[in-house]
């Protein structure tokens, strides 16, 4: 069974980091668009950001940016989300997207505060 595992969440406090991962099982991620969503506490889930298939062109929400960046490994196993100067405001679940198969992961949480 194809699934999607996040991890990297936690508690951090605000200015401080954290590095996301999403792990594929039992497929890679060769080919597939992927995304990050988040989902905070009465909110609606949102787009965060967004890395194509080869890698090359990425695309980010405006509250994000300069703040977060995607990447894709080399084995095309993981994908990444670093998390920088974080604030209160991005505490949410985040969530791996496979765009292509609307595969979602199960999500993992991240917290800000001090």
């Known amino acids: 069974q194809v699934q999607l595992v996040e991890s990297g969440g936690g508690l951090v406090k605000p200015g401080g980091s954290l590095i996301l991962s999403c792990e594929a099982s039992?497929?890679?991620?060769?080919?597939?668009?992927v995304s990050w969503y988040r989902q905070a506490p009465g909110k609606e889930r949102e787009l965060v950001a967004s890395?194509?298939?080869?890698?090359?062109?990425?695309d980010y929400a405006d509250s994000v940016k300069d703040r977060f960046y995607i990447a894709r490994d080399n084995a095309g196993t993981t994908i990444y989300l670093r998390m920088v100067n974080l604030n209160p405001e991005d505490t949410a679940v985040y969530y791996c997207?496979?765009?292509?198969?609307?595969?979602w992961g199960q999500g993992t949480q991240v917290t800000v505060s001090s």
């Open positions: 890395i194509t298939a080869t890698g090359h062109n990425t």
């Open positions: 997207f496979v765009d292509e198969w609307g595969l």
């Open positions: 039992k497929f890679t991620f060769r080919g597939l668009m």
